[in-house]
């Protein structure tokens, strides 16, 4: 059909034309990295756990009232208490009930903050903080007191304990494996003579320290009567007390190696053994299942010791 008059055909456009470049605004952002802990994580790690904050202090208070001094003031005072060695106060039990303390307050807070916190990411972090600075208060108070005085070994002691906390709830599948724990011992145990005293906490003369590695942790072990079963190390000093030095018995720390059997998963594991596992979610199952993961029941391990130091006191001196 012919053009109308006066109309320019359209041609197309040249192919050897090179375009020009044009530039487009890119809608999105470029991506920021996700922060593992913040400011705002921690506020939000304390809102959730202000009641169990509350009910440590509390405890903590009865006891310091109770069993260390406190309300006794005199002027803030330091001392050098030293670690493990023979002319030590406790021997290091005091040293190992700092970094006990210390790794259980941090882990039970792990759980209330993964539990009740809008954001858990780094509860384990928070928890070891909060112990750290809770236990780190704890021995300010003690400083005051003529009787404790403040420590800069308990400081780093409580560090170790925070620490482990964080280590053993980060690892994944290392809290089902590993616990630590305190054997309280009966007076069978020791010898004659060692009782107990009218405190809150047991005296360090009946306290034995256990790390205790268990089957059900492991895959392989699981499905076997192995899940029951632990294999335990343990460590405790004997001799440094004054109601040990006044019966005369020698300085001694031991080691221990022993095999335990594992109460958790007796009572609280899955299996075909009637036991509490509908129960291990509720209050008194978590309750109860905390317990057994930080106290080792008497009776239910064997143990073989070696007393790798013996120092007997002659007067004021030591003979090895």
Do not use: C
């Amino acid at each position: 059909m012919a053009q109308a008059k006066g109309q320019r055909a359209r041609t197309p456009a040249n192919s050897a034309t090179t375009a020009r470049p044009t530039t487009k605004a890119n809608p999105e952002p470029t991506p920021i990295p996700p922060t593992f802990y913040s400011v705002n994580q921690l506020g939000d790690h304390l809102h959730a756990i202000r009641w169990e904050l509350a009910a440590v202090g509390a405890g903590i208070a009865i006891v310091g009232f109770k069993d260390w001094d406190w309300g006794n003031t005199s002027g803030f005072q330091t001392i050098e208490e030293g670690w493990f060695s023979k002319n030590t106060r406790h021997g290091g039990m005091d040293k190992i009930g700092h970094s006990f303390s210390t790794y259980v307050i941090a882990d039970l807070l792990t759980d209330r903050i993964r539990a009740n916190a809008s954001n858990p990411a780094g509860a384990p972090i928070t928890a070891a903080l909060v112990a750290f600075g809770i236990m780190g208060l704890t021995e300010t108070m003690d400083g005051f007191t003529g009787r404790h005085r403040f420590s800069r070994e308990d400081i780093v002691a409580n560090g170790v304990g925070a620490l482990f906390s964080v280590f053993r709830s980060s690892v994944p599948g290392l809290s089902e494996k590993l616990d630590w724990r305190l054997l309280y011992t009966p007076a069978s145990y020791e010898r004659p003579g060692i009782t107990g005293e009218n405190g809150i906490l047991p005296p360090y003369e009946r306290q034995r320290y256990i790390m205790a590695l268990k089957g059900s942790g492991f895959e392989t072990l699981k499905n076997t009567p192995l899940r029951y079963a632990e294999l335990h190390v343990g460590f405790d000093a004997r001799g440094f007390e004054e109601k040990e030095r006044a019966l005369g018995y020698p300085i001694e720390r031991s080691f221990y190696v022993g095999v335990g059997l594992n109460l958790n998963e007796v009572l609280f594991g899955t299996g075909p053994n009637p036991n509490f596992a509908k129960y291990r979610d509720t209050l008194p199952g978590y309750a109860a299942r905390k317990t057994l993961e930080y106290l080792q029941v008497p009776y239910t391990s064997v143990y073989a010791g070696s007393n790798f130091s013996t120092v007997r006191r002659v007067g004021t001196t030591f003979e090895d």
